[in-house]
Structures are given as structure tokens and as C-alpha cells.
């Protein structure tokens, strides 16, 4: 049974860090596509970051050179550090996981997700 518990998000101003992670448990493969997803209120579901299986990492454009999506394999733990943080970036934060061999940014298509870490930043 896979799990998925995030943890990290916060209320900060603009301009600072943080750092989201996710504990996962019951990923008996390596070929998991794990992701990073956030949802703001009245829209849709959106993909932030991903991790491959080889271990390539993609960005959305609005966050690509501030986030960092990272995975300690030893500690079943996915990251994301958010730095330069942006009132934009408020929204609710789900780690998610699929078993794929290639990943995309289609929120459906994920099979795992966790229930979400709030991320507030205020101007």
C-alpha cells in the first residue's frame, strides 16, 4: 500500500525559502515517477516539478531557476526546495507517484498522491 505524507508548507512573506518534502512508503519499485503538483483555489491541478526514473527533473516555466525538485532514495523522501518564493505560489502542494515508465504532467494519470501541504506567501 503506497503512502504519501507531505510536510514543510508554511505562511512566509515573499523572497524567502522553503523546503516541502514527502515521506513515501510502500514504493516497492524504482521505476516510480514522483512528482510535485499544486492546486490554488478555483483552479486546476498543476504540475511543478517531476523527478524521471533516471533521475531527470522537470520544471514548470513558472518556477524553473527557483525550485528544485530532489529525492533521497535511502530516506523514501521527495523534496522540493522553493526558494524566491512569489504570492503566486500560494496554493496547496500534493506529492504524487506513478508507476510509469514515462512521466508526465497530467495529474490523472497519477495513481498515488498525498492529502497536501498548504504554501501561503504574502507580499
Known amino acids: 500500500q503506497v503512502q504519501l505524507v507531505e510536510s514543510g508548507g508554511g505562511s512566509v512573506q515573499a523572497g524567502v525559502s522553503l523546503r516541502l518534502s514527502c515521506a513515501a512508503s510502500?514504493?516497492?519499485?524504482?521505476?516510480?515517477?514522483m512528482g510535485w503538483f499544486r492546486q490554488a483555489p478555483g483552479k486546476e491541478r498543476e504540475g511543478v516539478a517531476i523527478i524521471h526514473n533516471a533521475g531527470t527533473t522537470s520544471y514548470a516555466d513558472s518556477v524553473k531557476g527557483r525550485f528544485t525538485i530532489s529525492k533521497d532514495s535511502a530516506k523514501n523522501t521527495l523534496y522540493l526546495q522553493m526558494n524566491s518564493l512569489k504570492p503566486e505560489d500560494t496554493s496547496m502542494y500534493y506529492c504524487?507517484?506513478?508507476?510509469?515508465?514515462?512521466?508526465?504532467?497530467?495529474?490523472?494519470?497519477?495513481?498515488?498522491w498525498g492529502e497536501g501541504t498548504k504554501v501561503t506567501i504574502s507580499s
Open positions: 504524487a507517484a506513478d508507476l510509469r515508465y514515462l512521466c508526465t504532467w497530467r495529474p490523472y494519470e497519477y495513481d498515488y
Open positions: 510502500g514504493l516497492t519499485s524504482s521505476r516510480y515517477c
